[in-house]
């Protein structure tokens, strides 16, 4: 079991840049994979980037299209947090940001593929 908490959110102007931390306790964090997803009003739950363990200090990530040159998505174990950089930041970036982990590493794009959650940061990007 692991239990997760973001932070970070907020509210920025169109091309800032928050920091969103995902901290997790509970078991053994580095054999999680963790991905972001966001939800807007309205509209689906939306995957944003995965971060994956595939062996000693080598990580995967994945990253959706729409945030690739903008997001950067990072995990220090020893503090046993994930951190989404989200630089550019636009209006239709607004939206509640979820951490969550699966235990496995397939399937991190789909939300229903994944066992524990965190209850979200709201980020509000103004125009």
Not at 23 to 31: D, E, L, M, P, Q
């Amino acid at each position: 079991q692991v239990q997760l908490v973001e932070s970070g959110g907020g509210l920025v102007q169109a091309g800032g840049s928050l920091r969103l931390s995902c901290a997790a306790s509970g078991r053994t964090f580095n054999s999680y994979s963790i991905s972001w997803f966001r939800q807007a009003p309205g509209k689906e739950r939306e995957f944003l980037v995965c971060i994956t363990w595939s062996g000693t200090n080598t990580y995967y990530t994945d990253y959706v299209d729409s945030v690739k040159d903008r997001f950067t998505i990072s995990r220090d174990n020893a503090k046993n947090t994930v951190y989404l950089q989200m630089n550019s930041l636009k209006p239709e970036d607004t939206a509640v940001y979820y951490c969550a982990a699966a235990d496995g590493s397939r399937g991190l794009r789909t939300w229903k593929n994944m066992n524990y959650w965190g209850r979200g940061t709201l980020v509000t990007v103004s125009s």
